[in-house]
């Protein structure tokens, strides 16, 4: 079982940065990947970014813009958000996968960018 805390979330101008953080506990032997998606109102929930021996995956919509990174020594995975904009208005969530693919889930927080 992996336990997944979330913090760095809030209110933010259009054009400002937040950077969010997902610490991870528990049976973080097991950890395969770590990643951030993001849903907002009446939308399903979309990948943001994912991190992995394999390396880093980001949604076209935050490229240039987000930068997923991983403190493994800390089981720690952080997203740096710049310029962000009022369509990243979301809660995101902290994922991460085992290394036999079960998904562990934050509790989600929220990131609102006003306009």
């Known amino acids: 079982q992996v336990r997944l805390l979330e913090s760095g979330g809030g209110l933010v101008q259009a054009g400002g940065s937040l950077r969010l953080s997902c610490a991870a506990s528990g049976s973080v032997f097991n950890i395969n990947s770590m990643g951030w998606y993001r849903q907002a109102p009446g939308k399903q929930r979309e990948l943001v970014a994912t991190?992995?021996?394999?390396?880093?995956v980001y949604a076209d919509s935050v490229k240039g813009r987000f930068t997923i990174s991983r403190e493994i020594a800390k089981n720690t995975v952080y997203l740096q958000m710049n310029s962000l904009k009022p369509e990243d208005t979301a809660v995101y969530y902290c994922?991460?996968?085992?290394?036999?693919?079960?998904?562990?889930w934050g509790q989600g927080i929220q990131v609102t960018v006003s306009s």
């Open positions: 991190i992995s021996g394999g390396g880093r």
């Open positions: 994922n991460v996968r085992s290394t036999l693919g079960v998904p562990y």
